[in-house]
């Protein structure tokens, strides 16, 4: 209907087929929204150009569908054209550069790039605060994205501090699956350090939680 109303090369029509891909993205058929995240690209561009600022969540959302079906090359390039074009248009600390920067720190993490990774999502950290503060979910996501890395980079005692306020930040704002994750996370930290019977209390106390939870 919309393509019949406002044409095939329409801001209209591009919005559709964006909002269309999400929802297939939504779905788990991230091939479907590939192809139509693709389409909705190339008909904005026909309507206003290259590089104009609506484009970015359509970058964002191209790049995840990438990123699911695996193809972690194609993903970075179409991820590092979205962030460069929010940071261009946007400003550096606009949430649209955090959704983009923690969409490609999450390829770099699974090429083996976990200090690239640790950059962008402290970046990511950086704005989450200055946009909603500590008490927010976003906040609380971010600390647990730099955990994952930082541990990774064998930065333990750091990855511990984050994942504790996460699963402070969690517990205030009654996130009770993501306390939960962050606890089977702080476990894996603790692992590491040798310390077991913490590491033992911290996953003990996650599967509570799941299990009374409704839809666990």
């Known amino acids: 209907i919309v393509t019949r109303v406002h044409g095939a090369q329409s801001q209209p029509t591009a919005t559709a087929l964006n909002n269309l891909a999400a929802l297939s993205l939504r779905r788990g058929d991230a091939r479907g929204a590939e192809e139509l995240y693709r389409r909705a690209l190339e008909t904005a561009i026909a309507v206003h150009g290259p590089d104009h600022p609506q484009d970015v969540p359509t970058l964002n959302g191209l790049g995840r569908a990438r990123t699911l079906l695996g193809d972690y090359a194609q993903a970075e390039t179409v991820l590092r054209q979205a962030l460069d074009l929010a940071r261009s248009k ?59 890395v930082v541990g990774a980079l064998g930065g333990s005692e750091e990855a511990e501090a984050l994942l504790r306020s996460a699963i402070e930040i969690r517990r205030r704002l009654g996130d009770e699956h993501g306390v939960s994750a962050s606890l089977q996370n702080l476990g894996a930290v603790l692992v590491r350090q040798g310390r077991v019977s913490e590491a033992v209390a911290a996953q003990r106390e996650a599967l509570e939680i799941l299990e009374r939870l409704p839809d666990a």
């Open 90 to 148: 946007l400003g550096p600390d606009h949430p649209t550069v955090a959704i983009s920067a923690s969409n490609l720190a999450l390829v770099l993490d699974r090429t083996g790039r976990q200090r690239d990774a640790a950059e962008l999502y402290r970046d990511v950290l950086r704005i989450r605060r200055a946009s909603f503060g500590d008490e927010h979910h976003e906040t609380a996501r971010a600390m647990s994205n730099l955990a994952g």
